[in-house]
């Protein structure tokens, strides 16, 4: 498996994103986090941003929707050019729809789940999404605490994942950190969001590799 780094720019400086950007060249992906203040108790930033963002970076974008009605918003944000669009089980009526439509615009489709929400129901959408996304705090903010009592659920999704072939990413976000990051590896977690240990650290590319590098050593 090889482990990913998704850097999430709500914990850089959003006066200067394209240098934040710049600032991780190493990072596999930057992680855009989309809020709406219904979803989420939070209102970030949406469409015009991802846009001006694609133009001022070449990582790719994974952009991670926490809003209501993502059936009707997220084909837009693979238009707009997201390398990735992950939208939230708990808010899309028609996820099969949504997830194919995309896929077809060209971007890598995610389902996400909330800590409460299991992720056995969704056994038989595997095969309509690129990356399954384990929330491991309750979306909404950065720099909370990691949530332990995910890791199980991690494992249970490895598990499905496994038996459906392995070609679906499993990404933890939310207090993953130099902590936290090898007992997501060892789960079965694969790709990586990190927001305050990569730029609440000194040098964020230097966070980078260090996640990468302790995931590595965990990962199977
Ligand atoms: C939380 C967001 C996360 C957040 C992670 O709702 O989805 O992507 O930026 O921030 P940290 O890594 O600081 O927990
Ligand atoms: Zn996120």
Redo the contacts with the bound molecule.
């Keep these: 498996m090889a482990v990913q780094i998704s850097p ?1 720019i ?2 850089a400086d959003f006066a200067r994103l394209a240098d934040e950007a710049a600032a991780v060249p190493n990072a596999d992906w930057l ?1 855009v ?1 989309v ?1 709406d203040y219904h979803f ?1 108790p939070n209102l970030t930033i949406g469409l015009p941003v991802v846009e001006a963002l694609r133009k001022a970076t070449s990582t790719p974008l994974d952009c ?1 929707l ?1 809003i209501d009605d993502p059936d009707r918003w997220a084909p837009q944000y693979a238009e707009a050019g997201a390398g990735s669009v992950t939208i939230h089980a708990e808010a899309a009526k028609g996820p099969i729809r949504t997830l194919r439509e995309i896929r077809s615009l060209g971007a890598r489709a995610g389902l996400a789940l909330n800590p409460a929400t299991p992720v056995e129901p969704y056994e038989d959408l595997l095969t309509e999404v690129d990356m399954l996304l384990l ?1 491991t ?8 605490k990691f949530l332990d009592g995910v890791l199980p659920k991690v494992r249970r999704a490895r598990q499905l994942i496994e038996r459906h072939g392995g070609r679906v990413w499993l990404q933890v ?5 130099a902590g936290t990051i090898e007992r997501c590896a060892e789960a079965g977690a694969d790709v990586f ?5 990569v730029y ?1 650290a000194s040098d964020p590319g230097a966070a980078v590799d260090a996640l990468r590098a302790a995931a590595s050593l965990k990962s199977a």
Excluded: C, I, K, T
Excluded at 173 to 177: A, L, Q, T
Excluded at 193 to 197: E, I
């Design positions: 999430s709500l914990a992680h986090d809020m989420v991670h926490m929330m705090v309750e979306p909404g903010f950065g720099g909370q976000d939310g207090g993953v950190d969001v990190a927001g305050s240990a609440g």
